[in-house]
């Protein structure tokens, strides 16, 4: 085990607490959007929506990065499109893990070009190698080593999203 499901939970009520400030609702036109990437940010996605004092509404993205099981390569594919357009609303990415920041940055610049109000991050964890990308992320949860991790979410072949911690991989699992 790497992050406690009680870690999770405590950083996440501290997360929500700095959103909410930043997007005070008065004044706005709109609520503000959670875009959620599937299917690893589901869990974080739902504990953020609900420890928000803010209304909020929720989207969705899935995305493919062609690359190994558990590196990306940067070229990305979208498989499921956000439903609503974007334009004019404040929207937050809520990932669940940055590790080269491709995926991101990718996904940054094609929802910037959708003139949103504004645009952020919300990430649970990040790995050492996305602080040399130059990727805005805005709230960070964990910062954690360069180790391949399951659980709330993440997944290995689809398995251990169901875990309420993130734990390290066994690399024998994937490398036998
Ligand atoms: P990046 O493009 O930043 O290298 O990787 C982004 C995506 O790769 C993440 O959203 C996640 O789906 C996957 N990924 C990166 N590191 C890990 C990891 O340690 N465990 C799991 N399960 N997925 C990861
Ligand atoms: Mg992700
Ligand atoms: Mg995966």
Sequence with gaps: MLVSEQQIQDKT?????????????DGRSSDLLLVGVLKGAVMFMADVARALPVPVQLDFMAV?????ATSSSGVVRILK??????????VLIVEDIIDSGLTLSWLLKNLASRRPASLEVCTLLRKPDAVKVDVPVKYVGFDIPNEFVVGYGLDYAERYRD??????????VYTT
């Design 163 to 172: 875990l309420p911690y993130i734990g390290t991989l066994d690399p024998k």
């Design 13 to 25: 009520a501290e997360l929500a607490k700095k959103i909410a400030a930043d997007y005070p609702t």
């Design 64 to 68: 493919s990065s062609y690359g190994s």
């Design 81 to 90: 499109d956000l439903d609503r357009d974007i334009a004019g609303r404040d």
